[in-house]
C-alpha cells in the first residue's frame, strides 16, 4: 500500500498506539468477559468446553465494540474529517483503510489472545485451535460492520450506546457462523469447512457493503 492511503493506515496505526492503548483495554475486556461467565455458571467443565467458543465469539464481538465509536469520531471533533472530505480521495477507501488499521490496532490482539484464555475454559487443542481460526477470519467482519454504525452516530455526542443497538443485530449471522465453524470442529456430523466458508463469504461482503455503507452515513453527516 502507497501514496496517501499508505499513509492514512500509518496515521491510525499511531494514533491507535498512542492514544489509550486501545489493544490492551479491549484485551482486558476480551479477559474480563470470559472469566467472569465461569463464575456465574459454576465448576461444570464439560459445559464450559462445550460452550467456550461462544463465550469467546461473544467476548470479541463486545471488545470489538468497545472503541469503535472513536472510529470516525475523534477526527470530526479535531477537524481532520472534514479535510479528508474535501481532499477528494475515494471516501470508500479511506473507510476500508481505518477499519483496516482498528483491526489490526484492537482485533488481533483478541485473536491472539484468545488460545490463552481458551484454556480458562477447558477447551480441547483442537478446539482451541479452530475458535482461533474463526476468530482471525471473522473480526474484521466484526470491524467492517461496526463501521457503519460509526459513521451513522459520529455526529451524536456519546453515540457509542447506539451504535451498539445498531450494530449488534447486523453482526448476530458472523457470530452463528464463527461458533458454527468452531464447535463443528470438535462435533460431528456437521463439517467445519462448511460454516467456516460461509463466515470467509460474511467476511468478503463486510468488506464490500462496510466501506460504501460507512461512506455513504459520512458523506450524510457532513451534509
Known sequence: MTGWAGALLQREMRLAVRVGGGA????LFFLAVVTVVPFGMGPDLNLLARIG?????IGALLSTLLGL???FQADREDGSLDLVLMAGQPLELVVLVKCLAHWVATGFPLVAAAP?????LNLDPVAIGAVTLTLLVGTP??????????ALTVTLRRGGLLMAVLVVPLAIPVLIFGVSAADAAVSEPV???TPFLILCALTLIAAVVGP???AAALRFASD
Open 24 to 27: 490492551l483495554i479491549g484485551v
Open 53 to 57: 467458543p461462544a463465550i469467546l465469539w
Open 69 to 71: 465509536d472513536r472510529l
Open 116 to 120: 490463552v484464555l481458551a484454556i480458562f
Open 141 to 150: 467482519a466484526l470491524t467492517l460492520i461496526g463501521a457503519i454504525g460509526a
Open 191 to 193: 463439517p467445519f469447512l
Open 212 to 214: 460504501l455503507a460507512g
